[in-house]
């Protein structure tokens, strides 16, 4: 079965620091990886996603995740934090059948100024 | 363009009671997804749409869920004898095509269920 591991619940960064939020994934199979934002009281807003390639995906907002198959991770980055960038993140992976999402528990992003 | 949508943003209601939620998909969209969150949780699938279809209804919780799509676009997810345990957001998503591996879901906004 396909599983996703966010095993953070709260990150905590200071604005202008680099941030980083984990996931691992377990997949049978080639993984599709996703990263959502969702901000309080909103639906999730797609970040960006791996599908094949480049290890190094870029996204939405600055993001960034590194795809790493031994390691089985898909962590998501950013290079200098924002206030505005605090949220609650997802980390996602694709059902190659159905298509349907298995998200992670999400992690609170927390960055202060 | 419209986003997804869905209606209502809010729904109270009391234990026992029947309940419709809609979702209106970016147009041109086939492909058609419901997910439930609950609090502290993330989203957890519960039926999609390829079309007018209900290709997979895996994550629906018992027999109380329903859902339709009945041509193609605007689904109600319709919930029966609510209890209290169904309290949640209610979220849906819509993607061009289930069968493009690279295509993302495009999520609404939910709807709010909270059962008395």
């Known amino acids: 079965a396909q599983s996703v591991a966010q095993p953070e619940d709260q990150v905590n960064v200071a604005e202008g620091n680099p941030l980083t939020v984990k996931c691992t994934y377990s997949?049978?199979?080639?993984?599709?990886l996703f990263w959502y934002v969702q901000y309080p009281n909103r639906g999730l807003q797609f970040l960006l996603k791996?599908?094949?390639?480049?290890?190094l995906v870029k996204g939405s907002y600055g993001f960034e995740a590194e795809f790493n198959k031994s390691q089985t991770s898909f962590h998501l980055k950013k290079p200098s934090a924002l206030v505005s960038d605090s949220a609650l993140y997802f980390c996602?992976?694709?059902?190659?059948?159905?298509?349907?999402?298995?998200f992670g528990q999400g992690t609170t992003l927390q960055v202060k100024p | 363009g419209a986003g997804v949508s869905q209606t209502p943003s809010n729904k109270v209601t009391e234990k026992g009671k029947y309940v419709e939620l809609r979702c209106d998909p970016i147009?041109?969209?086939?492909?058609l997804y419901w997910y439930r969150q609950s609090l502290g949780q993330g989203p957890e699938f519960l039926i999609y749409?390829?079309?007018?279809?209900?290709?997979?209804d895996s994550g629906l919780p018992n027999d109380r869920f329903f859902a339709v799509r009945p041509e193609g676009s605007v689904s109600t997810l319709k919930i029966q004898r609510t209890e209290r345990g169904d309290s949640a957001v209610y979220l849906c998503?819509?993607?061009?095509?289930?069968?493009?591996?690279?295509?993302?879901?495009?999520f609404g906004p939910g709807t709010r269920l909270t059962v008395l």
């Open positions: 996602a992976v694709r059902d190659g059948n159905t298509g349907k999402l298995i």
């Open positions: 791996y599908i094949t390639g480049d290890n």
């Open positions: 147009s041109g969209h086939t492909a």
């Open positions: 749409f390829q079309g007018t279809g209900a290709a997979d």
């Open positions: 998503a819509s993607s061009l095509s289930v069968t493009e591996l690279y295509n993302e879901q495009f």
């Open positions: 997949v049978s199979g080639n993984p599709y």
